[in-house]
């Protein structure tokens, strides 16, 4: 990996936005932006100076199509679906975090027997979701999105019930050598992305248990003591 010297990086702007480490590593540069990396969670990030303005990355959201009764969507979503629906009791309530413009995976679960609340900070911003606890959270294509990880991690872990389950879409990072050719971060609005490394940080500091299906799902399941470790 190309390295630059580590005191060039400590300075507010380069804290890793989900564990809040100043120890950050340059990881690539491409035409657009820099990309770092978190020497103790791994993960890889953009630094905020270089990210897109909150009304930059709502016009790029409003392009989006995604309809709830598109069976090709409801057949790419259905990777996350089915391994909660595996889960979660018949009755039980669930929150779609970042549910976006046209949310479809409450639609499915609903028709299963599993009704959700929906959130979105620009299409759904009803803050009254956090007044409230869910066995199950999900977060499809989003996590990349954020721009504070670990504050939203905290928002979604402290209104998770006990024994519930967070279900998260996302790409997984791949091999350092590939990450120039890799589609998923020439996204303008993809600025966190996360490695086995990085999911296996946030099971610990938030006390849950780590499972991986498959098709880019990370299934997180919150364990009764929810104290954070200080890691």
Known sequence: MDTVRRSEMRNADNLCPLCNNSDVLHYHRDKMRSYLQCSRCRLVFVPPHER??????????????????????????????????????????????GCGPGPALPVMLLEQGRPMTVYDPFYAPNDSVWLRTYYFITATEVLEHLYRPREELDRLFRVLRPGGWLGIMT?????????????????????????????????????????????????????????????
């Open 52 to 97: 897109l303005s909150r009304a930059e990355e709502k016009a790029r959201y409003d392009l989006h199509i995604n309809d709830p009764y598109d069976h090709g969507y409801r057949s790419f979503l259905s990777s996350l679906a089915e391994p909660l629906l595996a889960r979660v009791p018949v009755g039980e309530e669930g929150l779609d975090f």
């Open 171 to 231: 790409k997984l990072l791949p091999a350092h050598a590939l990450f120039h050719n890799w589609d998923y971060m020439r996204d303008s609005t993809h600025v966190c992305f996360f490695s086995l490394a990085t999911f296996e940080y946030i099971a610990a500091y938030w006390h849950a248990s780590l499972e991986l299906p498959g098709g880019d799902v990370v299934l997180f399941q919150k364990r009764a003591c929810s104290v954070l470790t200080d890691l």
